[in-house]
């Protein structure tokens, strides 16, 4: 049954969800503060980099199923179904993770509903939030408890969030303990395309629903973190963390995704979420329960200061007036995405320390020329590497892993490369003459 859905918020997961909504043949409207954004939006322009996302927005504004508003009574007004997919970024001077956005949704669009509705939320909050917020509405609503609160964490990977959208993995449903009401029902309807394929649909409580979101982060960094940790032991030792993650990997119980040792997680998920989650558990009086994260933190910045101090290391001490070329910025490939990036992190460190670093990135220099205006963007790979001393390469970029180390090394002053993602095929590039640095493994 097509549904009439509204999606506040607008940016990754918001524009990806709105969309993902009109193409399961739902009528969707989006909402957002922004209106720049929000013209953009409407001309069936993505404001950022996403495969397939542009096709798929432009598909659906232009047949009708899709229209984007800064006019929350206007969603309130069309929409059944409403979805929170605003950011809680980490707070400024704080671990923990700022509700304003959330806060401020509810507060606008609670006292809009006049006839039944079910908010779905999205957001990563902080356990304790859903509830707090379900009743909130209740107050503030004019139609009382007939506008119901749940809670539906989104797991989708910048990259691929079309596809994470259309096809879950899993659904996970918070509804209200003792206050059931529609939220599940209405929850079915709207993914009943993906529910009729067997897709795992659990329905928890609210705050066991927070909590999946946050868990499954914090699972995700500390699978990364225990690589980079042994890889640290691997390089200390001459051992290979490649062949061990391989060799580890077939072990079925561990299984070899999210064990690829190099630069470490950056990005809008899970380095905040990590924070917040102990920031959350230390207001609960249960931090020592998440004190291990501070060590997965520590442990995945320490990565960044590592390919920092071999780049030194490696021009023989200091690096002030030396050109280092640096391959990405994004903090990770299919992505412009910039927020906590170890790659920038890593050009931002060298460029402090005196270096005369050159870097490029396919998509996401534009982001990244904000946050760093005094350093050098190059206009291509090519314009990067020329005249560099060492080469990094920090975000692994399928332009960068094909590169012709033959072709490179006639460009370059030194052929020296650290391979800070374990992605170029080795091999070659020690074939080609070069000096090869990897992550976690054994150095040519
Ligand atoms: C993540 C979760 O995967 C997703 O489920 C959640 O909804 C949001 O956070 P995303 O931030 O898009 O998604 O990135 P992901 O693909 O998980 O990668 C996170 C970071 O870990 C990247 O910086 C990546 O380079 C790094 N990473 C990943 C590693 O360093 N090693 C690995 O083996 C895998």
New binding site residues.
């Given amino acids: 049954m097509t549904m009439r859905i509204s999606v506040f918020g607008t940016g990754y997961l918001g524009a990806t969800h709105a969309a993902g909504m009109a193409e399961l043949g739902h009528e969707v409207i989006g909402v957002d503060i922004d209106p720049a954004k929000i013209e953009r939006l409407q001309r069936g322009e993505v404001p950022f980099f996403e495969p397939g996302l542009p096709e798929l927005l432009r598909k659906h504004v232009e047949s009708g199923r899709l229209r984007f508003t800064t006019d929350a009574a206007e969603a309130a007004e069309f929409a059944d179904v409403h979805f929170i997919g605003v950011g809680t970024p980490q707070k400024k001077g704080s671990y923990a993770a700022d509700m304003t956005f959330v806060d401020a949704v509810i507060d606008t669009l609670a006292p809009l509903l006049t006839r039944p509705a079910v908010i779905l939320g999205k957001s ?1 909050v902080p356990v304790g939030t859903a509830a707090r917020l379900a009743a909130r509405v209740r107050e503030l609503a004019p139609v009382g408890d007939q506008a119901q609160l749940g809670w539906n964490p ?6 691929f969030a079309v596809e ?1 959208t259309l096809r879950p993995d899993r659904l996970v449903i918070g509804v209200e303990s003792g206050r059931e009401g529609r939220v599940e029902a209405v929850a079915r309807e709207v993914y009943a395309d993906a529910i009729a394929r067997d897709t795992p649909f659990l329905v928890t409580d609210l705050p066991t629903a927070e909590l999946v ?1 946050v868990s ?2 914090a699972f ?1 960094a500390t ?2 973190s225990f ?2 940790a042994i890889a640290e032991v691997c390089e200390a030792t001459g051992a290979d963390v490649m062949q061990l993650a391989d060799a580890i990997g077939h072990d079925a119980r561990i299984g070899r ?14 380095p905040k ?1 990590i924070r917040a989650f102990m920031a959350r558990a230390g207001e609960l009086g249960v931090d020592r329960a998440l004190t291990f994260l501070r060590e997965v933190d520590d442990v995945n910045l320490r990565r960044r200061e590592h390919v920092v101090s071999l780049v030194k290391r490696e021009l023989g001490g200091s690096p002030v007036g030396r050109r280092v070329a640096v391959l990405g910025v994004a ?2 490939p299919e ?1 412009d995405d910039i927020r906590d ?2 790659a920038l992190d890593v050009v931002g460190q060298l460029h402090l320390a005196g270096a005369d670093v050159r870097a490029f990135d396919p998509e996401a220099m534009a982001n990244a020329a904000t946050v760093w205006p005094t350093i050098t963007f190059a206009d291509s790979a090519a314009e990067a590497l020329a005249d560099a001393e060492v080469v990094v390469v920090a ?2 970029w399928k332009e960068f892993r094909g590169l012709d180390p033959h072709a490179v090394g006639d460009a370059v002053a030194g052929k020296i490369v650290i391979d800070a ?1 374990n992605c170029l095929p080795t091999e070659a590039w020690i074939d080609a003459g070069w000096r090869y640095i990897g992550m976690g493994r054994y150095a040519s």
């Fill in positions: 990563t989104e797991f989708l990977r910048e990259g994470d979101k499954a982060n995700l699978k990364i690589i980079n995704k999210f064990l690829g040792a190099g630069l470490g997680f950056g990005g809008g998920c899970l979420d903090f990770k992505s990036s170890p975000t692994e993602r």
